[in-house]
Nanobody, 122 residues
Framework: QVQLVESGGGLVQPGGSLRLSCAAS????????MGWYRQAPGKQRELVAH???????AYADSVKGRFTISRDNAKNTVYLQMNSLKAEDTAAYYC????????????????WGQGTQVTVVT
């Protein structure tokens, strides 16, 4: 297992930017996939973005063109750059590692961080 610690959340105005970081307790080089989910009150959990060890990246349609995920293996850290933030991006964001797949599609992670809150204030 790997321990994950998120940081970078906060309050931001619509149109603003934030960068979330997810620091892992060990090397992430061999971790098959890492990514970010978000959970807003009263809404289903949403897989926002993920990146595989091979560099394949996928985004939810709701964030395409605005969010960018990246990983720095030397720092054992995954980032989520969030630009042009909207009120609907308000949620708790959770970093995940060690992806589980069903029929080739990422369905969950086996390791999770504690989450960081992002609030877009109108």
């Amino acid at each position: 297992q790997v321990q994950l610690v998120e940081s970078g959340g906060g309050l931001v105005q619509p149109g603003g930017s934030l960068r979330l970081s997810c620091a892992a307790s060990r090397s992430i080089f061999s971790i098959n996939a890492m990514g970010w989910y978000r959970q807003a009150p009263g809404k289903q959990r949403e897989l926002v973005a993920h990146i595989t060890s091979g560099g394949t990246i996928a985004y939810a349609d709701s964030v395409k063109g605005r969010f960018t995920i990246s990983r720095d293996n030397a720092k054992n850290t995954v980032y989520l750059q969030m630009n042009s933030l909207k009120a609907e991006d308000t949620a708790a964001y959770y970093c995940g590692a060690n992806g589980t797949y069903y029929r080739g599609r990422l369905t969950d992670f086996s390791s999770w961080g504690q989450g960081t809150q992002v609030t877009v204030v109108t």
